[in-house]
């Protein structure tokens, strides 16, 4: 008879402490240490989310971790998303699939309804995985919202799970907010923590001793580790609040692709880039500045979870006519899923699904008008190439792997050639165009998520921006880097600054 599975929750003071990270690692860890570990995140509030195997719409922190544990995706590892959206509103995914888009009392009332939801979730990794390691959201002290809580101490109580405190001292004030947490707690959720980790510290670790002391005198809690400042990791984040971190702040020099990402109120999915940013010879930025857009050597909009009001935005800072400028003067724009839909002719919405404007104009740089509708393509795809662009000038005969996500129909007009060729969508197979390219090739959009993950994709972008440049051939360096070499190198570091022995007993591992 199959046991049910150890649990070990990551709990933090705040968002953006590291708890996705952390979690990333203990999986590689358990997992290299042979054991059958799965990652769970009852509810998640991100703009960066994947698609499973079976087509259903998670976390994109969650496929991470799973990824770390060497497993596949499931839906029950984030079994609620929540999506922010223009207005206050945000879109509930449960179980993979749209729900509804609410406000804040509307959710409160469908508490019970996501709490079996979540109970269900958890019940079946248990059975099926011999440790589930938990990830929190924000912080468990939020006295305001505490009885509303289904991710944090709710979940540990459902669990039975241990907690560690993770708190980010490169911030500041990290034992001010670890004290804080713990003083805020309940007292029986206080009981639940069993460790303190000290996470993105830079310096000398003896230093921090008086404090470590303090913090294991007054609470009878030991401090299991010290985790330094990892940088540039290329592991993809939960949410936008460390773009500014991953972009580089150098001069713009010769040596270097100068890539320009427009940084979108509500930009989602940008872990699109990630691939490009260890690209040696590359220099990646998430810019707002309509100045960083015109001299760049390739200008992305990226996708977007509110398409009108992002492209509102870039009106307002001039960055829309930035982007006309750029295809005016035959330089090179890509537009990926809400991108793709913006450098359109218009976007249609006649049932206020993102907005209350039935009709925006897009910016009119490529053949193509989107209709929104209540239905939402979430798919694992193949495609291969369809037309000449800088995209991939000389890719031919290659398939490549994506992903969509998105709401409404883009379709193309006219003569509007096609960017890809959809072959696969969840496993089935189909012939469908995707995206479209402007007459002259210099203006691309795509429906696609992904696509710089596959290396023949990636080298054909770049060598068609350096032929630009005129230096045709030059040659690519990426130091050996893969995902699961990245994975590797995160786990080592929490390996080597944490007791993990005491963290396995208090996991009862």
């Not at 003896?206 to 290329?234: E, H, K, M, W």
């Not at 940084?263 to 690209?279: C, G, K, Q, T, V």
């Not at 490529?366 to 979430?378: A, C, M, P, Q």
């Not at 994709?457 to 995902?483: H, K, P, V, Y």
Request: proline content about 4%; glycine content about 8%.
């Amino acid at each position: 008879m199959r046991t049910v599975a150890r649990t070990l929750m990551i709990q933090g003071t705040a968002s953006a402490v590291g708890k996705s990270l952390l979690v990333t690692a203990l999986c590689r860890i358990f997992h290299r240490d042979g054991l059958r570990v799965a990652p769970f995140k009852a509810q998640n509030l991100s703009l960066n989310s994947w698609v499973t195997a079976d087509g259903l719409e998670i976390g994109r922190a969650q496929a991470v971790q799973a990824e770390a544990a060497g497993i596949e995706p499931l839906v029950e590892m984030n079994p609620i998303l929540l999506k922010p959206e223009a207005g206050m509103r945000a879109q509930a995914v449960v179980m993979g699939k749209p729900l509804c888009s609410f406000e804040w009392r509307e959710y409160r009332e469908r508490r019970n309804e996501f709490i079996e939801v979540i109970e269900r979730s958890l019940a079946r990794l248990r059975q099926e995985y011999e440790v589930i390691v938990i990830e929190g959201a924000g912080s468990p002290a939020e006295i305001n919202l505490n009885e509303y809580d289904i991710v944090n101490m709710h979940v540990a109580r459902l669990a039975d799970a241990p907690v560690l405190l993770v708190g980010d001292i490169d911030r500041g004030g990290v034992f001010a907010q670890l004290v804080g947490t713990m003083e805020l707690l309940a007292p029986d959720d206080r009981e639940r923590v069993a460790g303190f980790l000290i996470n993105k510290f830079r310096g000398e670790r003896s230093l921090l001793t008086p404090a470590l002391d303090f913090l294991t005198n007054r609470y009878q809690i030991p401090v299991l580790g010290v985790v330094p400042f990892v940088d540039r990791l290329q592991i993809a984040d939960e949410d936008s609040v460390g773009l500014e971190s991953r972009s580089r702040r150098s001069a713009k020099s010769s040596a270097e692709l100068d890539i320009a990402v427009i940084r979108l109120p509500l930009i989602s999915n940008f872990d699109d880039f990630l691939p490009l940013e260890r690209e040696s010879g590359v220099r990646l930025r998430y810019v707002t500045n309509a100045q960083d857009v015109i001299h760049a050597d390739l200008a992305v909009i990226p996708g977007s979870k509110s398409t009108v009001s992002d492209l509102e935005w870039m009106r307002r800072e001039g960055i829309a006519a930035a982007i006309v400028s750029r295809a005016v003067a035959n330089r090179p724009v890509l537009g990926i899923c809400a991108g793709c839909q913006m450098l359109g002719e218009s976007i249609q919405d006649p049932h206020g699904v993102e907005s209350n404007l039935a009709e925006v104009n897009g910016l009119g740089l490529l053949g193509i008008v989107t209709n929104f509708g209540s239905s939402k393509r979430t798919a694992r795809v193949r495609a291969e190439i369809a037309g000449r662009s800088f995209l991939a000038d000389k890719l031919d005969h290659v398939t490549i792997e994506g992903y969509e996500i998105h709401m409404g129909l883009t379709t193309r007009r006219g003569d509007a050639s096609p960017c890809f060729t959809v072959v696969s969508r969840n496993g089935e197979t189909v012939a469908t165009p995707d995206g479209a390219i402007s007459r002259g090739g210099a203006v691309v959009g795509t429906m696609l998520h992904g696509i710089f993950a596959n290396e023949a994709m990636r080298a054909a972008l770049l060598a068609g921006l350096w032929s630009m440049r005129g230096m045709i051939g030059r040659a690519r360096d990426s130091g050996g880097w893969t995902q699961d070499s990245e994975y590797d190198r995160l786990a080592e570091i929490v390996r080597e600054n944490t007791n993990l022995a005491a963290i396995r007993q208090i996991a009862g591992i």
